[in-house]
């Protein structure tokens, strides 16, 4: 397994783009190698990217609850007032793909904490939507009930604590010690699922972030996005080892090829 940045990066970027069903077309990694390099702005890409969609910004309503959904429709409150759900789902996916490129190329300079974790999802999605990196108010149940908005802050804080004690995973050279500390705390923040929508996206490259900090590379490019969409499930119910038989293959020290 590869463990050269560009490349990493850009098998990142492929299995998200995998993970929702789609094909990384020859015109779209070309666009993520020259923001990965530099060589193209996010907002550049993103500007023109809102041309092509003829996206217009003044049809969102500042009355509108940010945290809501349009009636009647399964789309979030957004910059574009989009209440077709393909569009906004397709929208949501290319703009923040763009910024999920720029995190890779220029990590945000904080401490692996929850404020890091909000800051990412801002970042991803304030392009598009107004809730981007608030905390939800509402409950939410996809493949089982995430954690009660109302104890959301006072969980956060325990196990970013927790994770702050473990040295936020640096110092492990075990690969099998580092990957079963990875799945556990992978698991923990999904279960708490802070935000109203792209819970997964965050916590992945916040992890993949750790990953690299502490001198391991996750090649995401040999993960099936629906086994690992499968473990996470499983870990959801208390049962790592789906999650950490999936880390396993794909977890590996940077070491090993240098």
Known sequence: MKTDWLYCSLDYLRFTVEADGEKLSDELADQFSDILKG????????????????????????SDDEMSYYPETRCLVNYFGIKDKPLLRRVDKRISSYRTAELLAKPL?????????????????????????????????????????????????????????????????????????????????????????????????????????????????????DHFLEANVAALEGDYQALIDVLEEIVIPVAEEE
């Not at 060589?39 to 500042?62: F, V």
């Not at 994770?163 to 075990?174: A, C, E, F, N």
């Not at 900090?213 to 490019?221: L, N, Q, S």
């Open 39 to 62: 060589d193209l702005k996010a907002e550049k890409a993103i500007a023109d990217y809102i041309r092509y969609e003829n996206l217009d910004s003044s049809l969102y309503n500042g």
């Open 109 to 225: 300079s904080m401490p692996f904490n929850f404020d890091h974790l909000v800051a990412i999802h801002s970042h991803l999605f304030g392009d598009i939507y107004p809730s981007a990196g608030m905390i939800r108010t509402s409950s939410s149940k996809k493949h089982r009930e995430y954690c009660q908005p109302e104890y959301i802050t006072s969980s956060a804080e325990r196990l970013f604590d927790n994770l702050r004690q473990s040295k936020y995973l640096m110092g492990i050279s075990d690969v099998d010690d580092f990957v079963n500390e990875l799945a556990y705390y992978m698991g923990e923040v999904e279960a708490l699922h802070p935000f109203l929508d792209g819970n997964g996206r965050s916590t992945r490259l916040f992890f993949d972030t750790i990953a690299h900090k502490a001198g391991y590379v996750i090649g995401w490019g040999s993960s099936d996005p």
